[in-house]
Structures are given as C-alpha cells and as structure tokens.
C-alpha cells in the first residue's frame, strides 16, 4: 500500500517530465518572441528605433481609433460567418460520408481538403480574377442566366459576402475531415443497439452522434475560427480591405502598420489584442461546450 | 520509470543542440558581401536577373577571392527586414530600399554615406553624370547615402490605335486628356471600352492622376513641415475632376477598389484607352497584351510625372564596406548600365549612357522615361511621408462611394496621414 | 412491383449522390481548374474580355520555365520541412499530451496556459514575424535547414497538443490501469500501448502541421532565401515587382498541388484506414 502511493506520488511529480520537451521548444520560439511583441507594444517603436516608454499608450490608441474598432467588428462577422458556414456544412457532408466507404469516400474528402490545401495566395488571386467585372468567370455566367453583373471587389456588401465565401469554401473540406474522423471513432455496436432499441435516424443523430462527436466539432471550431481570424493573405489578396475599407480586418491593418507606417510597436500592440482576443474565443467556446481539460 | 526519463532527456538533447550548435558555426567571411534585392541573378528569363548575374560574375573575376551573395526578397517587406536584421546587428551589406522608406533607413543611421567609400575619389564629372533628383534624394547633411538603380516613372500608357481612331494626338493638358477620354469611350458588342482607367484601392496601387493634378497645379504635395497639403481648393477641383470622368463615364464606377495587377491586366485584355503605370512595366504588358503590342505607348503627364527607384545603400555597421562600396560602384559603371539598358530593358542610370541608346520605335517609351526623370517629382527626403498614396485614394473613395463632400473627404485625409506620420 | 420500385429509388438516390459529388466537386476545384486553364494558355491569351475556357492553342511553355528553375527543389525543400516538423510536433506533441491528460504535476495550469496561448499563432499568422526574426537573427539561426521545421513544429504544436490530448484522454484509463496490474512497463504503455488507439488524433495532428507547413508564405520568406527555398516562396517569384507572371504562376501552383496528391494517394489510405479502424472497442 505505501509502495503504491510512493509510485503515485512519484508519477505525478515526474509526470510533468512528459511535457518538458515541448515546453522548452514552444517557449523558446512562442513565449520568448510573445514575450519581445509585449515589450515594443509598451514603446514607440517607429522604423525599429526604442522611443521612451510609454505604458499602455500604443493600446490605447488603437483601441480609440474607430478605424480599428470597425476593423475588429467586422473581422469578427467574417470569421464567425465563414467558421459557422464551414462547420455546418462540413457536418452535413461529414454525416452523409460517413455511411460511404472506399474509394468514392477517398476521392469527396481528397476534393474536400484541395482547398485548404492550396496556396491562399494563388487560390486568393484566381478567386479575385474569377470575380472581376470583365474579365472572370463568375460575371460570364451571371450575364448568362439574365441577371446583371455583380461587382463583388468593388461593392461593399458582395465584397464581404465574396470574403466571406471565399473564406468558408477554403474551411468546408476541413471541418468535413475533422468530424468525419469524429464520426468513425463511433462505436458501431452503439449505433446498432440504438436502432434495435427503435430509434428512428434523426433520433440517433441527435442523442447519440452528435454528443459524441462534440469534441471534434469543438476542435474544428476553434481552428477554424483562428485560422479564420488570423488570416492576412486572403482579405488582403481578395479585396485589399475594400472597397472604402468594408473589409479592412485586423491582420490587415496590423500588416499595414508594420511594413507601410513602420510602427513596430503599435502593430505589437495590435497583435498581442488580436491574440488575447482570440484567447477569449477558445475560452469561450471551451464554457459553451462544458469541455473538460 | 528510468527509460522514460533517457527518451525525454535525449529528445531534449537532441533539440537544444540543433540551436546551439547552429549558432556556433557561423561566422562571417572577410571576403564576402551580401545584398537583398528582389532581383535573382541566377534566373535565365529576368532580363534584370541576368544583367545583375553578369555584374557579379565580372566583380568576384576582377576580385579574386571576393564572393557576391545575393538573398532574394520580397520587394514590400524588404526594407521592414532589414530594419529589424539592422536592431539586431545582423543586416546584409548592400540594401535596396524603396522611395518611401528611405528616411526612415536614413532615420535608423542604417546606411554608411558613400563619401566615405568611394563617392569621395569620384571625379566632379563622374559625380556630375549622376546627379539628378534620385541622387539628391538620396542625401542628407551633404552626404549621400544611396545610388539608384532601377529608375521608374508613372507614366500614363496609351493605346496608340485607339487613340488615332478618335481622332486625338497625344493629350497634353488635362482638357485634352478628357476629350481624349471621352472619344475613346464606346462600347461594341457588349464590350465597353473606357477612356480612362483608374484605380483607387486601399492596398498597394500606384499613384493617381489626383497627385499629379495637385503637383501641376501647386508643385507639391506638402507643406514645408510636412504636412499634407491637398485640403484646399486645389485638391477639391482634383477630386471633382477625377469624379468627373466616373460620372461622365469615360472611367468605369468599379474603379473604387481596383488593384494595380487588376487595372494591368485589364489594360492588357483592352478595356482601356489611357492607365497610370509604372514604365518599367513596358515590357512585361506588351508581351501579354492581347492585341498588337506595338499599341502600347507611354506619355508624359501635364506637370511631370511621379519618379520612383529604388535606392541601394551600404549598412553601416556592415563588416566589409569597402568590397561592398565597391560593389555597389561596379553595379552603377558604365558598363554595368549597358548591361542594365540592353539586358534589363531599363532606363539608364547614367546621363552619360544616353548617348549609347539607339531610340527606335520600340524602346520610344526611354524617351518620356528620361524626361520624366529630368522633370519628375519626388517625395522629400527629410521626414517620413508614409501612405500618401492610400490617403489620396481613400479620399476618392469617399467621394464616390459615400458621397462625401470632396472638401470634407480631403482634410479627413489630411488628418490621417498627419497622424499616421506624427505630425 | 415493390422490389422493382425499391431498387430504383435505391438507383436514384446512388445517382443523385453522384450527381452532388460532382457539383461538389466542381465547387471545391473551380478556382483549381481556372488556374490550371490558364496555366496552359498562350500569355497573350490570359489576360482576355470575356474570358475563355477553350478556343486557344495550349502550350506548356509556362511550365517548362517554371520546371527550369529551382521549383523542384523548392518541393523537396518544403517535404523535408513539414516531414521534420511532423516528426517533432507530433513526437513532442504526444509526449505533452500524454503528460497532460494522465498527470498532475505542479505548474500543470500555467503551462496548459501556454499551449493555450500558443494556439492563435496556429493559423499561421505573422503575429510573432518581426520579433522571431530579430530574436532568430541574433541567435544566427535563421537561414538554416532546421530554421524552418523546428519553427513550423513550434507554431503548430499547441493545436496537435490539444488534438492528441483529446484523444489520448478518449482512451480508457483502465487500460492504461490493467496493463500496469499485469506488469507492463510505463514505457511501453506510451510508446506502443496507446499510439495504435488515438490513430485518428495522431493523423489529424499530422495533418494539421503538415497543412500549415506546407502553407506557410510569410514566415518562410523572412527566416530563408536562396537554396533553402520553401514551396510558396518559389511560387511568389511569379509574383514580382514588375508585376504578376499569370502564366508561371498557375504552372507553379498547379505543380504545387502534385506533390500534395501524392501524399494523400499513398499515404491516404493509411489515414483513411485509420479513420475507419475507429476507437477502443470493447
């Protein structure tokens, strides 16, 4: 009994020992760089020269300007729309492969996952090419059935809708992979005894699938909507924060005052908001789903 | 239990080494010079590339033992790493840096005055062959800091067939430009052609026809501290102007948010008859312009055109200055501009290298280039002057797409690129 | 009547599947396929008003320039970074994981907090650029082959954590708690019992850092050049300052996707098999 409860002992104290090595790696190349971002947040740092200290001011000013506060809102509508689309859809697609098998449910997730896959830069471009006026695609068709064209780069609202859908398509097929592999880490057996038992499909899916795969769809969520509102290339490639700004999200105004103003300590200032920003996210959606650590 | 602590150790081991033993082994060599560019030396199908690649290899021949390391970067951030690698005490020896950051370089104290190097055992002749608004701009206290290369101007590009088929010779001042406009706006099959095209994106753009309005009609852009100075009556007949041919409908009301790459490419695919572009982009929209290429024509602009560059300087803390003076020397001889010229399709750097140039009617374009570097306007040089351009787009922007006053849009933005350059 | 009529709602449905998959199909790749018609059009022909997908001369000129150059090597450069930074981050990842599922241990919250915080940079934002940059260059390892892997795995091991810790956590602790009753080393337990379980958690995690190494344009483009070139670098030299090269450029992304293909052909019936094989049974 008491060798027993040395051994226990004994484990939980060495068994921080597990995470040493990642630690050290995370903390050298995150933490240490996170760490140099909070200081020049604290000073100018204009073309890389150390002003005087000036505490919060940086924040402070970012926080003022109403140009960042629309920036923040409206990178919040895109990211929370793109994410929810993606993950909805992706779950519709995810349930219908689930009962797929072989070769045809290979070749839906390969198609799936080419989006997210692609270079954000060229898919960004050739999505921007495809909306213009005369020269892409999607106006060719639009003329086609009738309609008159749609001038998604240089109108507000079809300009947050093509970011927003240019956004969601590169997400679909990931969130689709990442709840599929959710869904087949169900117990068949538990599926066979629900439909014995009498239940009816949408029955099983809502009591028994879906609670089940509530920690992938968590995860997918929260990479989703990092990724969604971290994302600098295709709101930049896309619409450059057009027109008139409508679209101007945080990373690209943090992009513009690093390597246009050469404000290194606001645009510090600006991503250590982003990040405690999406912080807040995760810990939110953590509350929401009542995931245990 | 022990086995498992070995792995961790080792695995630990294993990645503190990669740091540690990385960071040992370099050491820099006495006899070898970097330089960022975003040109590649070692591509066989950049012109510039292949000038450059040319001048090195002659360099390290005529310098046993000296090696030319070029790292290509990205022209937009390069200057933002090299800032960063100067704090860190880590920069390349030769940089290229563009027009808008150049005091801010110059503010850091990254660059070593070329007096020191070479500049000081030129000849007043030597000097006198470089001396031009790229060459000023470069200076600071009476010492000079940087040589261009790459000279560029923003030139307005014509269509020369449809330009005759209106019935216009080349416009020269701003009512011709309409009136040329205008007869060169139609639409024939369902295709419209636009006069004039613009672009007034938020993003990267070259600059407009607002700025060159301000600097025919006043001189400049800013006041004598700085400030910006188009909120006035100036600015607002600009403004009205350039709205003027939206609502008229020589330039297409999607113009708002369009960018550099998209105007080109829409250039190339015809549906313009006039655009603001960079000359050096003479060669690349000839050879994907889906019509006669010999079309393409660049002209000046009424009161000049903007003059762009980019400026190499030596770093100031570079442990190899003098091989590096020297090569930033041999990339601006006279022999190295031919190089430039007949290899790279460029203007010349040197006055003197004019003469060596045979104008024909494909190359007509080096004409208004020189003129434009003679005349152009360039930003000062004493402070920074950031964003300038975007602030004069958002100006627009407002205007057409809000309604905005043009009085009230102007000084909105005067205020911003004040406050964005601490003024 | 009725097995006739079964069957050919059954036919129906099968077709209709098909019919979404290709519409689905379509969707996913359109920007694909735009990309690789113009990557064989004739320069004069890209930029075009209206817009064609045929009624042109293909050439492969554009990929022959792009093969001459350094792409392939930039191919190979980028394997070798996100094959290493897969090894490291979910190596590493797992370890940490394991640690933090199945133990206590004082500062358990605080470096929890850490991963947790390291979770935004996943994305592969360029929150962190200017200061790694600075802090690497002083430590003179940037321009190196490990510069990159050992960055990619850093950035992305917080999300591989947090996936393996699901599904280290899904496992039974009874097993781990049987096979220690019947003398089985702790060793073992990690490094051979529970692996082959939480298949679905290591592929994902795999995945995950594969996908944000491969993406990566903005890091790579500070921390390396030249030989060392990453996959979206050589992609973005069509991308100049003289303008976009639209012809190299979809050849170059086109080729891009190649090597992507085939990781997913030989290696995606391992990640499918090991998406079926599901969790603990019984």
Known sequence: ??????????????????????????????????????????????????????????????????????????????????????????????????????????????????????????????????????????????????????????KRIPAIIGLIFVMSWRTIGYAMVMILAGLKGIDADLIEAAQIDGASPVQTLFRIKLPIIKSSVLLSTIVLTVSNFTNNTVPKVLTGGGPVNATNVVTLEQYNLSFVYYEFGRSSALSILIMIVTILIIAAYIKVAKFEI | MKKRMLIVLAIFVVVASFAFAGGASEKPKTNEIVMWTFLDPTSTTNGRGIALGKMIKEFEADNPGAKVTVEVKNYATMTGEFLTAHAAGNAPDIIWCARDELSGVLDAGALEPLENLFLGEWSAEEIDDVDDAFFRFGERGGKHYTLTLNKNALVMFYRSDLLKAAGHTVPKTWDQIVAAARDMTKTEGGITTYGLGQSFPSGYSDPQLLANWLIEKQGTLFDKDGRAMWANPVGVSGVNWVVDAIRKGYTPESSINLGTEDIIAEFQAGKYGMFIAGAVRVGAIKAAASYDPNFVKVMDLPGGCIIDGWFAGIWSKSKNKDLAGRFLEKMYSPQADLYWINDGDQAPVRKSSIDKITITESNDYLTVMLDAFANGWITPNDKSYAGWKINLNEAIQRVVANGLDPMVALQQTADEFNAANGR | ???????????????????????????????????????????????????????????????????????????????????????????????????????????????????????????????????????LLKLRLTNHWYTLPLIYAAYNMPMAIWLLIAGVKAVPIEMEEAANIDGVSQFYIVSWLIPPLIKPSLAAAALFIFIGSWNDYITASVMVSGNLKAIQQAIYEYMGYFGIEWGRLTAAATLAILPILAVFTFAGRQLVSGLTAGAVKG
């Open chain 3, 1 to 135: 009547m009725d097995k006739i009529s079964k069957t050919r709602i059954k036919a129906l449905k099968v077709s209709l599947e098909y019919i979404f998959a290709i519409l689905f199909g379509i969707f996913n790749m359109i920007p694909v396929f735009w990309g690789i018609i113009t990557s064989i059009k004739p320069l004069r022909e890209i930029s075009r008003i209206p817009p064609r997908l045929t009624g042109f001369a293909p050439t492969l000129s554009h990929y022959i320039t792009v093969l001459n150059g350094p792409f392939i090597e930039s191919i190979l450069n980028s394997l070798l970074y996100a094959i290493l930074a897969i090894l490291m981050g979910v190596i590493l990842g797992y370890l940490a994981a394991y640690g933090f599922a199945r133990r206590k241990f004082p500062l358990k919250g605080l470096l929890f907090f850490i991963v947790v915080v390291g979770i935004p940079l996943s994305g592969g934002s360029s929150v962190l650029l200017i200061p790694n940059y600075l802090y």
């Open chain 1, 1 to 154: 009994m008491v060798t027993m409860s040395n051994t226990l002992k004994k484990r939980n104290l060495f068994g921080g020992l597990y995470t040493v090595p990642a630690m050290i790696l995370l903390i050298m190349l995150l933490i240490v760089p996170l760490g140099y971002t909070l200081y020049c947040s604290l000073f100018p740092f204009k073309y890389m020269m150390r002003g005087s200290f000036q505490g919060l001011n940086n924040f402070i000013e970012i926080l003022k300007s109403p140009r960042i506060q629309y920036s923040f809102y409206i990178t919040f509508i895109v990211t929370f729309s793109a994410t929810a689309i993606s993950i909805v859809v992706g779950l519709l697609l995810a349930l219908w492969i689930d009962k797929r098998t072989g070769l045809f449910a290979y070749w839906i997730q390969l198609i799936g996952l080419i989006p997210w896959v692609i270079s954000m830069v060229v898919a960004g471009l050739l999505w921007r090419w495809l909306f213009n006026v005369d020269l892409g695609l999607f106006n060719v068709i639009i003329r086609a059935f009738g309609w008159n064209t749609i001038d998604v780069v240089n």
